[in-house]
């Protein structure tokens, strides 16, 4: 039986900050230079370029579960995108959520990058080891730049797999969250109105 825990994105210690102490504007610049492996992510995350690995299969399927459960229930002018990248100022961060909806026209610019007060749901399973990242240093990132919703599936929580849906972001805080384990349904409010089943989430 593989023990996917060692390989992609549930092995996210694995990932390397590129650069450090260095100014912004030096940063984007190496960012947009940068020509990682297929299938790696890079971000800046707290001033540094850091580089994952693929995501493992488990990951996968979870993202490819949630994808699916939106999508029916998706209005035409909000798209999902799987690893696009979102701004999140006004600190330095570009990050890459697993999933991130948001309006179609925010598109249009030349970057490639989606801002942060135009993204809609950032969505973001967490990696073995790396988990502290979606769980604090995203969490705050995505309250400042006042995305409206944050899925979070934690499949390393201290007790049991989690789902908690962060809502209600004020400065660098969301003040509403509500969690479920693995297996129990939870709600996206509008402009998803769906309900997500974890039932299916490997663990």
């Not at 850091?50 to 399927?61: E, F, I, R």
């Not at 598109?107 to 973001?124: F, K, N, R, Y």
Request: hydrophobic fraction near 40%; avoid cysteine; glycine fraction near 6%.
């Amino acid at each position: 039986m593989r023990d996917d825990t060692n390989t992609g994105g549930d092995r996210a210690v694995s990932a390397a900050p590129v650069l450090q102490d260095s100014s912004w504007d030096e940063l984007v610049e190496v960012f947009e230079h940068l020509d990682p492996p297929e299938g790696w992510r890079a971000e800046i995350i707290d001033g540094r370029i850091v580089m994952s690995p693929p995501p493992a299969p488990k990951h996968n399927l979870i993202a490819d579960s949630v994808q699916r459960s939106i999508y029916p229930a998706l209005p035409r002018d909000i798209v999902l995108f799987q690893t696009a990248g979102v701004s999140a100022p006004p600190f330095p961060g570009q990050y890459v959520p697993d999933l991130i909806a948001f309006p179609r026209d925010a598109t249009e610019g030349e970057s490639g990058v989606i801002p942060g007060e135009a993204a809609l749901l950032a969505v973001e399973i967490t990696s073995k080891g790396y988990a502290d990242t979606g769980r604090t240093t995203k969490l705050h990132a995505y309250a400042r730049a006042a995305i409206p919703l944050y899925l979070l599936i934690d499949r390393f929580a201290d007790r049991w797999p989690t789902v908690t849906l962060y809502s209600d972001p004020a400065e660098d805080v969301y003040r509403a969250a509500h969690a479920v384990p693995f297996g129990k349904p939870l709600v996206l409010p509008e402009p998803f109105d769906v309900t997500i089943e974890t039932a299916d989430f490997p663990r």
